[in-house]
């Protein structure tokens, strides 16, 4: 399973980006999805994932109420809607699913196949 991830790139603090996933070799109806980050010196943390029906989404408490994640199964692609973005935002996000159908999409969301990543940078 491969995962494309696009839609990074340089934006001022409080401008938005989208950011699009999507997976190759499989389709990724029936697995959650979700978006992590690593800015530089730091590890990688989880942002936030999707449910496999796209009903239920968590967020870190740092992005809340200015990210937002969709899925359309039906041109199986899951974005990341970026808005209000701070400088703290600057990292490479990821995208993630998982290797079992059916996983849980929680705080403890930890994918199995990852996406080459793509660099977000905001400047203040």
């Known amino acids: 399973v491969q995962l494309q991830a696009s839609g990074g790139g340089l934006v001022q603090a409080g401008g938005s980006l989208r950011l699009s996933c999507a997976p190759s070799g499989r389709t990724f109806s029936g697995y959650p999805m979700g978006w992590f980050r690593q800015a530089p010196g730091k590890e990688r943390e989880f942002v936030t994932c999707i449910s496999w029906s796209g009903g239920t989404q968590y967020y870190a408490d740092s992005v809340k109420g200015r990210f937002t994640i969709s899925r359309d199964n039906a041109q199986n692609t899951v974005d990341l809607q970026m808005n209000s973005l701070k400088p703290e935002d600057t990292a490479v996000y990821y995208c993630?699913?998982?290797?079992?159908?059916?996983?849980?999409?929680?705080?403890?969301?930890?994918?199995?196949?990852w996406g080459q990543g793509t660099q977000v940078t905001v400047s203040s």
């Open positions: 993630g699913t998982t290797r079992v159908r059916f996983a849980t999409c929680g705080t403890s969301f930890s994918p199995d196949y």
